[in-house]
């Protein structure tokens, strides 16, 4: 699914065959997760194919990767020209590109003294695919931003969204919203959260969550287009009052949500601002026109 005889990666300055791409099995990041990566799509426009906020993602790498001790050797603008070739030489387009800095061998416990930078890319469908989900409340919280640094992109997090999105399933949910250990509403594995309500959207502040970049595409055309918008703490018992929501994220772009832990929000999805940045959303990656909201 991810590749094919014909695909193409990038290991430290060399052009392989996927199927060649080999590392060894003695590095941090396989054993203790200390590694750092993004999620990042391409588009195709008709301006040809878009990164989208390209060089937004490998500046949030390099953030990931200081705040590691992982030796970052590229720069986001030469990882953003490594991306635009890596299309090209799989021949792709709308695509997902993952690049992941991952430590050479070191079985203890102190930062690599060098590290390795892949990337590959893949055709990917909407993380969560195209119809509303229903969310499940986790008992799993995100953790604590004095135990580890929330708004680095490190794999090792990623075990709190595996746990907790696998417990949501589990109970029948199409995903989790997970909380922040002061009993807020955080995120999701994988996606940031907005609430509608009395048409104003709410927004977990930065602190407990990973700052997505779509977060911020999201609060700029808000801005934009006359939405208001409140970054606050959400308690959990407000969003039942709540009139909808949706998650954002690279791959999750603009998801609807609609219920949470059974309760279905109250607004239809397709007559919500949710589904108005939804459009807007896909229009701005596609480098088109934003449409006026009509609500
Ligand atoms: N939160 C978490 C935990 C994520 O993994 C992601 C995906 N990177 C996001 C939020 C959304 O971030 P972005 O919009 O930058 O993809």
């Known amino acids: 699914m991810y590749y094919n005889a014909d695909s193409i990666v990038f290991l430290d300055g060399q052009w392989i065959p996927a199927a060649k791409a080999e590392t060894s099995l003695y590095g941090q990041t396989l054993h203790y997760g200390n590694g750092v990566f993004e999620g990042i799509r391409a588009y195709k426009t008709t301006q040809g194919t878009h990164v989208f906020k390209a060089e937004e993602h490998y500046r949030r790498m390099a953030y990931s990767a200081g705040r590691m001790h992982l030796p970052m050797p590229y720069t986001p603008e030469e990882l953003t020209e490594i991306s635009y070739t890596l299309l090209g030489k799989n021949g792709l387009s709308d695509a997902y590109i993952r690049p992941l800095l991952f430590g050479a061998p070191n079985m203890s416990l102190t930062p690599p003294s060098k590290t390795h930078l892949f990337m590959c890319a893949w055709t990917w469908g909407k993380l969560l695919g195209e119809k509303p989900v229903r969310l499940g409340i986790s008992s799993i ?3 604590h931003p004095e135990s580890c640094f929330v708004d680095a992109k490190v794999c090792g997090h990623y075990t709190n969204s595996i746990i907790a999105g696998t417990d949501a399933r589990s109970r029948g949910y199409d995903d989790a919203l997970l909380l922040d250990t002061g009993g807020y509403v955080a995120e999701g594995p994988g996606a940031n959260f907005f609430m509608e309500k009395d048409q104003v959207l709410y927004t977990p502040p930065t602190g407990h969550i990973l700052p997505g970049i779509t977060r911020s595409t999201i609060l700029k055309l808000c801005r934009e287009h006359g939405i208001t918008v409140r970054e606050k703490n959400i308690h959990p018992l407000e969003l039942r009052e709540a009139d909808g929501a949706f998650f954002t994220g690279t791959a999750a772009e603009v998801t609807g949500i609609e219920s949470i832990d059974g309760n279905v929000f109250r607004r239809p999805w ?26």
């Not at 949710?274 to 959303?281: I, N, S």
């Open 270 to 295: 397709t007559n919500s601002l949710g589904e108005a940045l939804q459009k807007m959303y896909k229009a701005k990656v596609l480098l088109q026109d934003v449409p006026e909201l009509y609500l």
């Open 141 to 143: 919280r995100r953790p």
